[in-house]
């Protein structure tokens, strides 16, 4: 299994400013996936991360707001930006490898709130 | 369109009683994966259980299992002998396995929330 530290794990933002969460991996993935979990609810996927290139938006979800870069196969990161209250979420990454039983694998989250 | 639905919102259950979450699934694909994974406070997410479509036995971890019925395309989580930790927010996932159309994304049901009381 994969371990996942995501930083940080809990932030407090005014409106209208932007936030930087990272994702390590203790080994190389294939995959690298961005979630939006507001709370109580179920997990909305934001974006596939693809390492070398523009990552890939869910419907609803664009570049703008949510810049992703994936330097290499053990990093990401996801910005936030201009945000609003309606961004108050959990945010979490997950990581999978093809061909290893489809296992995802995910990270603490973090624990956005925006005042 | 491929959709997981959970029907249960909240479900409790007195501790070393049994207990069984039902989860149904709508894919046209025949070659896929079944997932519960767990929710606690910590809001970590964490494995629980996985089964492969192609296979007939249910799996089995421990004190949980899963009753997996492809042509009903449902898959339940039976906890016996639940215990206060296992209180959670429990999330039923599908994926289809890899191939020229598939994308590795989870797709998720909308989640029980399960209480477990002394």
């Known amino acids: 299994s994969a371990v996942i530290s995501q930083k940080p794990s809990r932030d407090i933002c005014q409106r209208g400013t932007s936030l930087t969460i990272q994702c390590q991996v203790d080994s190389q993935v294939t995959m690298m996936f961005w979630y939006r979990q507001q709370p109580g609810q179920s997990l909305t996927l934001i974006a596939t991360?693809?390492?070398?290139?523009?990552?890939?938006?869910e419907s609803g979800f664009v570049i703008d707001k949510f810049p992703i870069s994936r330097p290499n196969l053990t990093f990401s990161t996801l910005t936030v930006s201009n945000m609003s209250p309606e961004d108050s979420s959990i945010y979490l990454c997950?990581?999978?490898?093809?061909?290893?039983?489809?296992?995802?694998?995910f990270g603490p989250g973090t624990r956005l709130t925006v005042l | 369109a491929q959709t997981v639905t959970q029907s249960q919102p909240e479900m409790s259950v007195q501790e070393a009683e049994t207990v069984t979450l039902s989860c149904t699934y709508d894919?046209?694909?025949?070659?896929?994966?079944l997932f519960w994974y767990k929710q606690p406070p910590s809001r970590q997410m964490i494995l629980v259980i996985r089964q492969e479509a192609y296979k007939q036995q249910n799996a089995t971890e421990n004190r949980f299992s899963v009753n997996f019925q492809k042509a009903a395309k449902s898959f339940s989580l039976k906890i016996s002998d639940s215990q206060l930790g296992d209180t959670a927010m429990y999330f039923c996932?599908?994926?289809?396995?890899?191939?020229?159309?598939?994308?590795?994304?989870?797709?998720f049901g909308q989640g029980t929330t399960l209480q477990v009381k002394p």
């Open positions: 997950s990581v999978s490898n093809r061909g290893l039983n489809n296992e995802q694998f």
């Open positions: 991360a693809n390492q070398g290139s523009e990552a890939t938006y």
């Open positions: 894919t046209s694909e025949n070659n896929y994966y």
């Open positions: 996932a599908f994926i289809t396995t890899y191939g020229s159309s598939n994308t590795g994304k989870l797709i």
